[in-house]
């Protein structure tokens, strides 16, 4: 059974940092690109960062880039989040999520983690 | 960036009610690269459907998509008590942008 689990969620202060997990388990990790999918307090879906199977393409949303850093470590079937400069607009679910398919290509997504809250306030 | 906007913003509908559901694109997007998700309390989104019109395993055939070009459309033939939820569309043919949501409520 796939499943994505994240974790490391919590209240921070504005301007400082946390990070963010996903473990993952049930399908070959190191084949897949993985998702960061974000939802503000009663609000929608928002695409955070993605990163290749292999870590060679990393892709940001104009909202974190510079701020945020995705990466992942095979051998542990993880993806992290590293968020800096944190924001009170920063303040949502973060979900991770994985395509059907192992392909390098954009897809949907069929396998989302139940998210952690990440709080940002002082 | 495409941006996706779902209209109307809620519906307040009733159990047997058809549904229809609009997703416009800022501009063109292939059929193939379209899909659309529900997210009910507390719960992560679940995937509904994708390339416009192919439903998930497990989207019971009272959903249907279509669509092309701009304009996609999400719709429930009968509502059942189940469906009452956020739907989202979303684009991943350049990059992934999903839409702001349509809540269908009693």
């Known amino acids: 059974e796939v499943q994505l689990v994240e974790s490391g969620g919590g209240p921070v202060k504005p301007g400082g940092s946390l990070r963010i997990s996903c473990a993952t388990s049930g399908f070959t990790f190191s084949k897949y690109n993985i998702h960061w999918v974000r939802q503000a307090p009663g609000k929608g879906l928002e695409w955070v960062s993605s990163?290749?199977?292999?870590?060679?393409?990393?892709y940001y949303a104009d909202s974190v880039k510079g701020r945020f850093t995705i990466s992942r470590d095979n051998a542990a079937n993880s993806v992290y989040l590293q968020m800096n400069s944190l924001r009170g607009d920063d303040t949502a679910v973060y979900y991770c999520?994985?395509?059907?398919?192992?392909?390098?290509?954009?897809?949907?997504?069929?396998?989302w983690g139940q998210g952690t809250l990440v709080t940002v306030s002082s | 960036d495409i941006v996706l906007t779902q209209s109307p913003g809620t519906l307040s509908l009733s159990p047997g009610e058809r549904v229809t559901l609009s997703c416009r694109a800022s501009?063109?997007?292939?059929?193939?690269?379209l899909a659309w998700y529900q997210q009910k309390p507390g719960q992560s989104p679940r995937l509904l459907m994708s390339g416009t019109s192919n439903r998930a395993t497990g989207t019971p055939d009272r959903f249907s998509g279509s669509g092309s070009g701009t304009d996609f459309t999400l719709t429930i033939s009968r509502l059942e008590p189940e469906d009452f939820a956020v739907y989202y569309c979303?684009?991943?043919?350049?990059?992934?942008?999903f839409g702001g949501g349509t809540k269908v409520e009693i």
């Open positions: 979303q684009q991943y043919g350049s990059s992934l942008t």
């Open positions: 999520a994985r395509p059907p398919t192992s392909s390098t290509s954009w897809y949907y997504l069929d396998y």
């Open positions: 990163i290749s199977s292999t870590s060679a393409y990393k």
């Open positions: 501009q063109s997007v292939s059929s193939t690269y």
